[in-house]
């Protein structure tokens, strides 16, 4: 059995947190270890299973270049030079992607976004991000890579429901839930006190937070923000040597259309925090870039300056933390689709106030959506139905009392041709409608809420 030593990463509380998968997974010095040399040692390599050859050999009029063989038929779909789609990408994705995606994760934090701590300065306070393929893939993999089957993390009752199929399904992990909101604000009385109970019985802490939230919209105010890290902040500093792992699903992040809510991630209030709080930033293409069909996320981890001692130490512990990383995807997904990251390489490469500038098109178009659903709603004030506080993302959540959810979205389908999405849990306590607005004009906002108004008003 081959083993390697990770002499930095398990001193650190990381180590500790680890799942049995966490600490026994590591990248041997295997293909990509030669392939690597070979790349930068040799004028000949027979290493990677790469078909090869020169494109004047199989394309007419092609270049003596030495490439991955393709299909001609390729070049009449996709503009880049086929060797930028048809390679591997590598396991961690494409270097210049890892390097930009860093860059906008910095980028993002030192813009104020209503944060407690104003901008923030993230630059060598993180590792290099991870590219897999997806927020799904990113949140199986942290979540594996920290608890075991059997084990518990903790979310809010109101989740993506997909959680419930990656971690329980998947993964065989429990979902400890509590309210999400106390007052209209997030619930973080509830939350520690499931952190209390699950840390007495596993010894470590893993925490999901999705800000702005799907299904519900809800992003925190700066207080809540300070609320969160503080009491994050005392529970570490009272449970000595029990790791808070805190994954920070950021699908959503800067979709926020209101100001007295934070529009950045909570996860730049995380990093550096306390030496046994391990935050882990999961962002994506999808919503971020409007690219929903690529596939691409990434996993960032935020360091904290007691993991080390000094620059030699401190980039062993990327280092290592890379490998098992990089383990993960290689043994999973493998590596993510080189295309999209190419694509991503230049978008991100063309700057990053383009992309914001880019996006504000789209922005100023949901936000507008978001506003009129609220208002209508609030001014047609439908009897038996109720609002989640929300303040971003794609969705509202509105919560139904009296008629069961799914009769009342059976209904409003048979009846008034309206779809939404009824999420029904008895045991938790839910039973309401997800308002996806993101996907409804402007203009037929107003329709949408007044038949949500009349399919009630049937039904009681």
Known sequence: MIYMEFKILSKTPIYKAFSRLGKRIFQPNGIFYWAGRAKKESDLSGTVGTAMGLESEFVENGRDEFLPFYLEQVKDYIKLPPEKFVAYAPMTGLPKLRSLWKDWV??????????????????????????????TNAIFLTTRYFLDEGESIISPEKRWGNYNSIITRQNGITIESFKFFKDKEYNVEGMLKLMKQVAEKQGKVVLILNFPNNPTGYCPKPDEVKKITTSLTKFCEENSEVPVVVLCDDAYEGYVYTDERVSQSIFNELVNLHPYLIPLKLDGSSKEMLMYGARVAAITLGLHSAWYENKEEKKILIEEWENKTKALIRSTISNCSRYNQEVLVDILSNGLDKLIESRKKVFDILKARYDKTIKTFHDL?????????AGGGFFVFINVDGVKADTLADHLLKKYKLGTIAIVDEEEGINGLRVAYCSIPEEKVDECISRIDKGIRDLI
């Open 381 to 389: 004030n439908p009897p038996n139905l109720s609002l989640d506080p």
């Open 106 to 135: 910095i980028y993002k934090a030192k813009k104020d976004g209503n944060m407690p701590s104003g901008s923030v300065n993230l630059s060598g306070k993180l590792t290099n991000p991870i590219i897999c393929n997806g927020i």
